[in-house]
Every structure is written in structure tokens, then in C-alpha cells.
């Protein structure tokens, strides 16, 4: 059988010591870290979605700048063809004038068509006797 009396118990200074530390080391009301809206807020954002967040501009930018290329390489093409194609309008008509030319030179210097000039319009005729200059650079011994 129990027996159930009230005995005084004795605590001696060691124990005493012992349960002031430990009351002291531990706060008066019990804190719980990490729980509630605040904290979820103060969190920020995730690193996950920052990472998706910059690898999505860095497809932006990779797309924009592909863009840009491709426009300003078509932009220089078109231009290079317009250049060829006034270079080329620009041969042709020097051609066509380098053609007329030849032609002009030829009837213009042609020795049947001066002799009739001479003849009709100045009333010039070709002598029978020529005279032949020989011009050499060298003088003759």
C-alpha cells in the first residue's frame, strides 16, 4: 500500500542553481519562428521564379536581337540590288552612248565624206602632187 503524506522536500544550493538556470535561459511567453502571413511575405520571391523569370527576357532578348538582325540584313540587301540596279541602268546607257559614238567618229572621219566637203562647200580639189614629210628622231648621215 501507497502512503500519501506531505513531507517537505529538501532541495540543496546545486539544484536550486540548476532550476534558475534553466528558468532564466527560457522566455516568459513561447515564441514560434517562421509561421504566419508575415513571414510568408517577408520570404520574397522564390529563386525558381526568378531564374524562369530571367531565362523567359534572356529568350526575349535572344528572339528581339534575331529580329533585328534579320530586318537589317534584309534592309541592306535591298539596298545593295537598288545600287546594282542603277549600276546597271547607268552601264547600259553608257554603253548605248559609247556605241553612238563610234558611229559619229566614223562618219566624221571618214576620208570620202571630208574630200566632199572640200570640194562642194570650200571648192577645194586634191592636188595631183603630193608632198611627203618624213619625220624621224633620228638624224640621217
Do not use: C, W
Amino acid at each position: 500500500m501507497a502512503r500519501y503524506t506531505s513531507e517537505a522536500i529538501d532541495i540543496t544550493s546545486v539544484e536550486r542553481d540548476y532550476e534558475r538556470q534553466q528558468t532564466v535561459a527560457r522566455p516568459s511567453f513561447e515564441v514560434v519562428p517562421g509561421g504566419g502571413l508575415d513571414a510568408h511575405a517577408r520570404r520574397g520571391v522564390s529563386t525558381q521564379f526568378v531564374s524562369a523569370v530571367m531565362m523567359v527576357v534572356l529568350a526575349f532578348a535572344l528572339i528581339f536581337t534575331i529580329g533585328v538582325g534579320r530586318v537589317v540584313l534584309s534592309t541592306m540587301t535591298v539596298s545593295k540590288l537598288q545600287a546594282n540596279n542603277e549600276t546597271r541602268t547607268a552601264l547600259r546607257q553608257m554603253t548605248a552612248e559609247n556605241d553612238n559614238l563610234r558611229i559619229s567618229r566614223s562618219l566624221l572621219s571618214s576620208n570620202t565624206r571630208i574630200e566632199k566637203i572640200a570640194t562642194q562647200r570650200y571648192g577645194m580639189k586634191l592636188s595631183e602632187n603630193r608632198a611627203v614629210l618624213n619625220v624621224n628622231n633620228s638624224p640621217q648621215a
